[in-house]
Each structure stands twice: as structure tokens, then as C-alpha cells.
């Protein structure tokens, strides 16, 4: 069995030709978020992995293994929910609406342009439908957010990336909020 510890998220810093040749593993998402888990790759390799606790597997993600060897990792197909507005007279809007009670159940919840995406709950199901959505069972690689406190995990788009969000924001003005607040802005051009 090989053991694998490390963990590169979407393969940052490895040469395409080398992610081309490495084996792969399919997992669901009840198998990605677990930080120790065992598999087997493509190439008929038995893995154990231990990845430090709160590790999050992402598809795009690759393995490395204890002998140096590389493992992509694919987000395999599982039963999910498909959310879409009703075409006939629903909205985007409508998403954002189910996406905000989703998160207030704390339900995984895959966030899309055009749909939302979540574990097959038939409550939650009946709850979507109420509220005019389209739901449908469809069998897809599942990527739910990570959250705002998501520790290293990347994107659901397939990208990591770091921000930077020490902007200096120091704005030398006064708003007398002890005050009358419209008449604090009154020549700002906003409507309070």
C-alpha cells in the first residue's frame, strides 16, 4: 500500500506533461472531505492517505505520494440536486433566494452562474419546488463552497489563488453619525 501525505491543490507548480502521465483517482465528495481515506488509483495502486486534519480534496487536486509518485484527483459522479429557475416564470433571483436557505440549513451547496447544486434531500427538495424551482436528480461531480472560512481549499472554478484584502482603508472624513444621517450626506447624490 502507498502512503500519501502531501497534498498539491490543483497541482500548483507542476509541468502539464508530468499531470498528463500521473495516475488518477475518481472520488465522491463524501470521500474528498475526509482528511484520511484509502483508495486506488488507475494504475490499480492501493492508497492510504493522511492528509493533516480538515484537509478538503478537490477535483483538480493531485496526490503525492511517499515514493514521489503523482495522483490526480477527479471529482467523480454522484447523485445530486440540480436548482434552476423556473423558465417560465422564475428568476436568477430565485437562485440567490434558495442559495440563502440552503446556507441557513447548512446544507453543502454548489454555487453556479446558472444553478445550484446540493446532496439529494427530498425535504429540502419539496422546499425548492414551493418556492417555483426547477429540481432535478442528475448524476455530476459534486464541488461544494468551502465556505468563508475554508482553510486551503480551492475554488469550486478550478483555480486557487490568494487575496490580499489589507487595503488600507483609511478615510479621513466624518459623517457626524451622532447626528442626523441624511443630513450628514445630503450633497453626496445618495437617496436615504
Avoid at 30 to 41: E, I, L, P, W
Avoid at 100 to 113: F, M
Avoid at 139 to 167: I, K, N, Q, T
Wanted: proline share 7%; net charge negative.
Amino acid at each position: 500500500m502507498l502512503t500519501v501525505s502531501r497534498l498539491l491543490p490543483q497541482g500548483q507548480g507542476l509541468a502539464p506533461v508530468l499531470l498528463r502521465r500521473a495516475a488518477s483517482v475518481a472520488l465522491d465528495w463524501g470521500v474528498r472531505q475526509k482528511s484520511r481515506f484509502a483508495a486506488t488509483d488507475s494504475a490499480g495502486r492501493a492508497l492510504a492517505v493522511f492528509l493533516p486534519r480538515g484537509s478538503v480534496v478537490r477535483g483538480g487536486d493531485v496526490l503525492v505520494a511517499e515514493d514521489g509518485s503523482l495522483v490526480r484527483v477527479l471529482a467523480a459522479p454522484q447523485p445530486v440536486l440540480r436548482i434552476t429557475p423556473c423558465p417560465a416564470h422564475g428568476t436568477p433571483f430565485d437562485l440567490l433566494r434558495a442559495a440563502y436557505h440552503l446556507g441557513n440549513r447548512h446544507v453543502p451547496i454548489e454555487l453556479r452562474p446558472d444553478y445550484l447544486q446540493i446532496e439529494p434531500d427530498p425535504v429540502l427538495a419539496d422546499m425548492l419546488r414551493a418556492m417555483h424551482l426547477i429540481v432535478q436528480e442528475r448524476s455530476e461531480a459534486f464541488e461544494p463552497e468551502a465556505g468563508a472560512y475554508g482553510h486551503g481549499a480551492a475554488h469550486a472554478a478550478g483555480h486557487a489563488h490568494s487575496h490580499d484584502h489589507a487595503h488600507g482603508h483609511d478615510h479621513a472624513h466624518s459623517h457626524g453619525h451622532g447626528q442626523n444621517h441624511g443630513a450628514a450626506h445630503a450633497n453626496d447624490g445618495h437617496a436615504h
